[in-house]
């Protein structure tokens, strides 16, 4: 209780760090964190053939959506005659890749929170001493390394739904039936969370060094005094 009224105590708004890189960029990296993990979380799409009959074509549907577990997907094939068909499941697994994006770009999104509270609310203890900013250095520098790695495997996973999901791949299952090729899912949202994920990694690389100038590495590296401003003679 004492512990969160000094908290409560200790806070002190102020809008300045918004107008310095160090604030400016976190904000950036909030905004597209939420982009990068809205984009692909919920999304839904479906990919259409027509099966062609001597009455007329059939269009056939087949749904499917985040986390791209496409197994879980069936869709029906039907014949000329009427009959529903058997039951048809696309092929892959790519939730592993999805997920992880969405991970990342859910936690990076809470940490930007915190951090702009931190930086809004509690600058003086976040200057105060070193372990503030050597931490965020860390933990910024590591959410780097990981928007590389899932905005990567998850550019690889949905060029992986995209030919699961193609029309042309579909009408393999028509079989004995005459099909043609209809239309392709719409794949905006997803190709635009990937383009999100790598500009997060620009933005989160970028901001290391501004967070690397908080720390007492830089500003001690920055105290070394100059000998020939100091009069002395330079080294051999």
Known sequence: MEAAQGLVSGFSLDLGPLKEPLGFIRVLEWVFAIFAFATTGGYSGSSHFLVKCPRGDVPVQADFGYPFRLPLHPYHVPSCNGSQGNATFLQGDFSSSAQFFVCVGVFGFLYCTGTLVLYLGYQNRYRQTARGPI????????????????????????TDVKWATNPTHLVASCRDLSCDPGEFPAMGRLNA?????????????????????????HQDRGALPDPLKEGGAPGP
């Open 135 to 158: 931490i965020d250095l860390v933990l910024t520098a590591s959410f780097s390394f990981l928007w590389l790695v899932s905005s990567s495997a998850w550019g690889k996973g949905l």
């Open 193 to 217: 969370s990937v383009i999100f994920g790598f500009l997060n990694l620009i933005l989160w690389s970028g901001n290391c060094w501004f967070i690397y100038k908080e720390t007492p590495l």
